[in-house]
């Protein structure tokens, strides 16, 4: 739990007056990597940011606002995507490496070398 | 293992979101942008003039297992969304969703099924159905005499 945080939202977050919602977010360790898989139905590859400053990465995806005509009945929320990581210095940032498909954006976060695991041999004598 | 199956402030969440929309408020409470448990994928409806056009997000799913039939009055959706990764590591959020999910929603006006198109485009489904013949506006030119 150590190596990737979420961010705490102290307060809302503003972007030219549109709503910014949390993506839902897996986010799973192998021995190697880290990764992080987001969903963020209605984002294209044009409108996605993805940012890594200082030891926070950020992800931002806009959706178009467009509606196709009166809304009889709506569950989902207009707005974009935003969410904040804070990564540990045991992990690369360098080696990031970024999917996105079918409104589902995958990152994964190799781990920096002095972590990841090491098989020691064992000389019989 | 640590794994973040439920999320402790759902309902309270939805509760905001509700009561956001309630008054008409932008910027309202941050909140996880999914529906809860049971209503998976989010779907709107919209009446665009001569037809209805249904969107539903529904992401990292392959549009060709997605089943979709449209009657008159209803249409249902149904499909899985699978987690291809589940077991390759230790988890330590899970947010997204996953497993077979089956909607079925009411139409407030009729629709020709014949006539529906669907597209999928980054997770979005999107249905476009005309509505019947018999409910389409009907523009009645009058005659000058």
Known sequence: MKDIEKKQQTNITRREERNTFLPATDIWET??????????????KDNLEIKVEGDTLT???????????????AEQRVGDFHREFSLSDDLDREK?????????????????????????QILAN | MLMTRRLP???????????????????GPLGLRSVPGGTFPAMNVYDAKDKLVVTVEIPGVDPATIELSVQENSLTLSGKRSDTENGKGRYYRKERPTGEFHRTITLNEKVDPAGVAASYKDGILRIEMPKAQAVKPRTIAIKAE
């Open chain 1, 31 to 44: 021995p190697e990597e880290i990764t992080l898989r987001m969903d963020m139905p209605g984002v294209s």
């Open chain 1, 59 to 73: 992800v931002h995806g806009g959706v178009s606002q467009d509606q196709p005509g009166n809304a009889l009945y």
């Open chain 1, 96 to 120: 990031i490496n970024a999917a996105l498909n079918a409104g589902v954006l995958t990152l994964t976060v190799a781990k920096a070398e002095k972590v990841k695991p090491r098989k020691i």
């Open chain 2, 9 to 27: 402030f759902w309902d309270m969440d939805r509760m905001f979101d509700e009561m956001s929309r309630m008054f008409d408020t932008f910027g």
